[in-house]
Nanobody, 115 residues
């Protein structure tokens, strides 16, 4: 069983920055492509950034140029650097695999962008 723990959320003003971290622990024998998802109130969870084992990245259009995903494979950690934040980025953010059987979701940090 794998546990996902995300951290780094908070309240930030529009235009500000935050860095989210995710650590996966447990029975992990293979390194997987990973992603950051978010779920805003009343909306479905969406994948906003993903990274392959080799470090290739892909982003949904709404965050391109503002968010950067990275990973430290040896530490089973994934990061999301968020810059130029907008009110529409307000959501709970989660990390997880992006293919195959997803792991159980963590609690996810709340990110609130507001003046």
């Amino acid at each position: 069983q794998v546990q996902l723990v995300e951290s780094g959320g908070g309240l930030v003003q529009p235009g500000g920055s935050l860095r989210l971290s995710c650590v996966a622990s447990g029975r992990i024998y293979v390194v997987y492509p990973m992603g950051w998802y978010r779920q805003a109130p009343g909306k479905q969870r969406e994948l906003v950034a993903q990274i392959t084992v080799g470090g290739n990245t892909n982003y949904t259009d709404s965050v391109k140029g503002r968010f950067t995903i990275s990973r430290a494979n040896g530490k089973n950690m994934v990061y999301l650097q968020m810059s130029s934040l907008k009110p529409e980025d307000t959501a709970v953010y989660y990390c997880n695999r992006v293919s195959g059987s997803l792991w159980e979701w963590g609690q996810g940090p709340q990110v609130t962008v507001s003046s």
